[in-house]
């Protein structure tokens, strides 16, 4: 069965910074995309991030982008998401996805459960 993972979730004031890692099993993780979404309270999920294995590409929502940084480290089936200038908007509930496409703009089949982020103001 494939498994996702999510860790290093919590509660940081705005200026602060998480990192995000995602664990994957099941999978072969040379071959996937692996996304990040996020869910605001009373908010439709949206990704925020994404790190694509068969054209190598990065995708950031405009929201995020100059903030953050996602990288994958293959040789431990692991995505990191690197949260910097975190701000109270970003507050919410974060999901890793993959896709066994490698692409980031193909729909995504596997879904972590979640972890909570916080951020005060």
């Known amino acids: 069965d494939v498994q996702l993972v999510e860790s290093g979730g919590g509660s940081v004031q705005a200026g602060g910074s998480l990192t995000l890692s995602c664990a994957a099993s099941?999978?072969?993780?040379?071959?996937?995309?692996i996304g990040w979404f996020r869910q605001a309270p009373g908010k439709e999920r949206e990704k925020v991030s994404c790190?694509?294995?068969?054209?190598?590409?990065?995708y950031f929502a405009d929201s995020v982008k100059g903030r953050w940084t996602v990288s994958h480290d293959n040789a431990k089936s692991t995505a990191t998401l690197q949260m910097n200038s975190l701000k109270p908007d970003d507050t919410g509930v974060y999901y890793c996805?993959?896709?066994?496409?490698?692409?980031?703009?193909?729909?995504?089949?596997?879904w972590g459960q979640g972890i909570q982020v916080t951020v005060s103001s």
């Open positions: 996805a993959a896709n066994a496409f490698g692409i980031c703009g193909w729909a995504f089949d596997y």
């Open positions: 790190i694509g294995s068969t054209d190598g590409s990065t």
């Open positions: 099941g999978l072969t993780f040379d071959d996937v995309a």
